[in-house]
């Protein structure tokens, strides 16, 4: 059964690692919680290393810039892996052919641009026309603020008659930044798999995105096993169940994309329909509390 926890330190001594979702957990998509910003700090005065693990279709430079410009300090975190890493091992490795359509905003275009030096070598990578492409690289709508899923099923047949290949840089469905709901790329995604197109999906839950959280830690030294390991996320179906499909205790954070279900203290998630509404998740996370602290 899922323990309601206070606090993050009442439980932190167990765990040499911290998987530790950002929007939702450690800010809001425009400001940080500053008690969660705390709880990542103290969980490394204790020895244990913290690593920032996103479905941000960006690349890790990206998304710690963006930290830094929201005021996060260094000493919060050891390493970011995002799902724009992951996605874009993939792509430079011509998991989708090598001329590609890009559907997403402009500012994910770090994708394309900022090459990690192991990568540097694959052959050239174009981005083409929709009516040209081999396959897509999909970041998000091309609006996130306008546009829904629905917008893009045209193209979207038009690209599962033609065989082509999703790779889905972000799995998540939705994102609240603020008090604003918005698409993300995994609704697309799922769209076009329902439409019957073949997708690849890099971050939480699917493998990928673990792995290079793996290997970056290693390439620092650091090994560890899965049962030294906490993942904390508000996700159910990409953290939690990332978590659970690797083997790994999960710390279910109430108070971000499910906060309306618990209660009206966001705080303080209400047992009662916290539990009933795990159980008909089919998901039982070792812990929950209502906003990382």
């Given at each position: 059964?899922?323990?309601?926890?206070?606090?993050?330190?009442?439980?932190?001594a167990q765990?040499d690692?911290?998987y530790?979702?950002?929007?939702?957990?450690?800010?809001?998509?425009?400001?940080?919680?500053?008690e969660?910003?705390?709880?990542?700090q103290g969980?490394?005065?204790?020895?244990?290393?913290?690593?920032l693990?996103?479905?941000?279709?960006?690349?890790?430079?990206?998304?710690?810039?963006?930290l830094?410009?929201?005021?996060?300090?260094?000493?919060?975190?050891d390493?970011?892996?995002?799902?724009?890493?992951?996605?874009?091992?993939?792509?430079l490795?011509?998991?989708a052919?090598?001329?590609?359509?890009?559907?997403g905003p402009e500012?994910?275009?770090?994708?394309?641009?900022?090459?990690?030096?192991?990568?540097?070598g694959q052959?050239p990578?174009?981005?083409?026309?929709?009516?040209?492409?081999?396959g897509i690289?999909c970041?998000?709508?091309?609006?996130d603020?306008?546009d829904t899923?629905?917008?893009?099923?045209?193209?979207f047949l038009s690209?599962k008659?033609r065989?082509l290949?999703?790779?889905s840089?972000n799995p998540?469905?939705?994102v609240?930044?603020g008090?604003?709901?918005?698409?993300?790329?995994?609704a697309l995604?799922q769209?076009?798999?329902d439409m019957g197109?073949?997708?690849?999906?890099?971050?939480?839950?699917h493998?990928?995105?673990?792995?290079?959280?793996?290997?970056r830690?290693?390439?620092?030294?650091?090994s560890?096993?899965?049962?030294?390991v906490?993942?904390?996320g508000?996700?159910?179906?990409?953290?939690?169940?990332?978590?659970?499909?690797?083997?790994i205790?999960?710390?279910?954070v109430?108070?971000?994309l499910e906060?309306?279900?618990?209660?009206?203290?966001v705080?303080?998630?209400?047992?009662?329909?916290?539990?009933?509404?795990?159980t008909g998740?089919?998901r039982?996370?070792?812990?929950?509390?209502?906003?990382l602290?």
């Open positions: 059964m899922t323990e309601i926890i206070e606090t993050l330190a009442g439980i932190g765990y690692v911290l530790c979702d950002l929007w939702g957990c450690l800010h809001d998509g425009r400001a940080l919680y500053p969660a910003v705390a709880a990542l969980f490394r005065r204790g020895g244990g290393t913290v690593v693990m996103t479905n941000a279709p960006r690349t890790r430079h990206a998304v710690e810039r963006r830094v410009r929201m005021g996060l300090p260094r000493d919060a975190w390493v970011i892996v995002s799902s724009g890493d992951a996605t874009q091992e993939a792509m490795m011509g998991a052919g090598r001329r590609l359509w890009h559907l500012k994910d275009e770090d994708l394309f641009t900022e090459i990690p030096e192991a990568l540097a052959p990578l174009l981005r083409v026309p929709f009516d040209e492409a081999e690289i970041t998000g709508p091309f609006d603020c306008a899923p629905e917008d893009y099923r045209g193209r690209a008659v065989g290949t999703m790779l840089a998540d469905i939705v609240d930044v008090e604003t709901r918005i698409y993300c790329a995994g995604a769209l076009y798999a197109g073949a997708v690849m999906s890099f971050g939480k839950p493998p990928p995105i673990y792995d290079l959280a793996r290997r830690l290693a390439a620092m030294g650091i560890y096993d899965n049962d030294q906490l993942a904390v508000d996700g159910i179906l990409t953290d939690i169940a990332g978590a659970q499909a690797e083997g205790d999960a710390l279910f109430t108070g971000g906060a309306s279900r618990f209660g009206p203290d705080q303080a998630p209400e047992a009662a329909p916290l539990l009933a509404w795990l998740q089919t039982t996370p070792r812990y929950a509390m209502g906003r602290r």
